[in-house]
T-cell receptor
Framework: EPEVTQTPSHQVTQMGQEVILRCVPI?????FYWYRQILGQKVEFLVS????????KSEIFDDQFSVERPDGSNFTLKIRSTKLEDSAMYFC????????????FGPGTRLTVL | QQQVKQSPQSLIVQKGGISIINCAYE??????FPWYQQFPGKGPALLIA?????SEKKEGRFTISFNKSAKQFSLHIMDSQPGDSATYFC????????????FGQGTTLQVKP
């Protein structure tokens, strides 16, 4: 069964440093999402991406965040200057069509900001 | 108006029992209601989903009941098994939107053998 993969599985960084989280979507999927989950809390939407453009972003997704699909395969989330409160599990999700019958989630990247 | 409220926060059920998790929403524009199952260290996985044109959907031991007038939906797990022990999230979304899922707070289910 095809699956979404994410790297790294765990990233530890110092406050103020830049991090890039990577996602490899399922091959024929066209819609991409980032969500985050602070430990013990609910999953929160960050951004949706289609046709190389952001479709929607949440209030969390401020100027410190950016997304891109640089090589047509990887889908990345960049945090320019990490804060302590960015510590969370970040999930990539992908979808083949806008029917939303299935958003497939990756296993997540645990980001720890010290 | 974008919130989805989920209860209970945690649930303990004996093997073979019925697990029931409830969700409520406010935004009547929502028209897609999935349930996700999450095991520790894993991403959420779609379990079952419903659209508001039906009041119930069943897949194996999992059933969603949907009450459009009350703006509530629930997940029933029949014959609960220890392997069902996980965190369950309800979610909601709007057709024609960007695909954004609004999640509930999650319910940690423990099924005792």
């Amino acid at each position: 069964e095809p699956e979404v993969t994410q790297t790294p599985s765990h990233q530890v960084t110092q406050m103020g440093q830049e991090v890039i989280l990577r996602c490899v979507p399922i091959s024929n999927h066209l819609y991409f999402y980032w969500y985050r989950q602070i430990l013990g809390q609910k999953v929160e939407f960050l951004v949706s991406f289609y046709n190389n453009e952001i479709s929607e972003k949440s209030e969390i997704f401020d100027d410190q965040f950016s997304v891109e699909r640089p090589d047509g395969s990887n889908f990345t989330l960049k945090i320019r200057s990490t804060k302590l409160e960015d510590s969370a599990m970040y999930f990539c999700a992908t979808e083949r069509e806008r029917t939303r019958d299935t958003q497939y989630f990756g296993p997540g990247t645990r980001l720890t900001v010290l | 108006q974008q919130q989805v409220k989920q209860s209970p926060q945690s649930l303990i059920v004996q093997k073979g029992g019925i697990s029931i998790i409830n969700c409520a929403y406010e935004n009547t524009a929502f028209d897609y209601f999935p349930w996700y199952q999450q095991f520790p260290g894993k991403g959420p996985a779609l379990l079952i989903a419903i659209r508001p044109d039906v009041s119930e959907k069943k897949e194996g031991r999992f059933t969603i009941s949907f009450n459009k007038s009350a703006k509530q939906f629930s997940l029933h797990i029949m014959d609960s098994q220890p392997g069902d022990s996980a965190t369950y999230f309800c979610a909601a979304s709007k057709i024609g939107n960007t695909g954004k899922l609004i999640f509930g707070q999650g319910t940690t289910l423990q099924v005792k053998p």
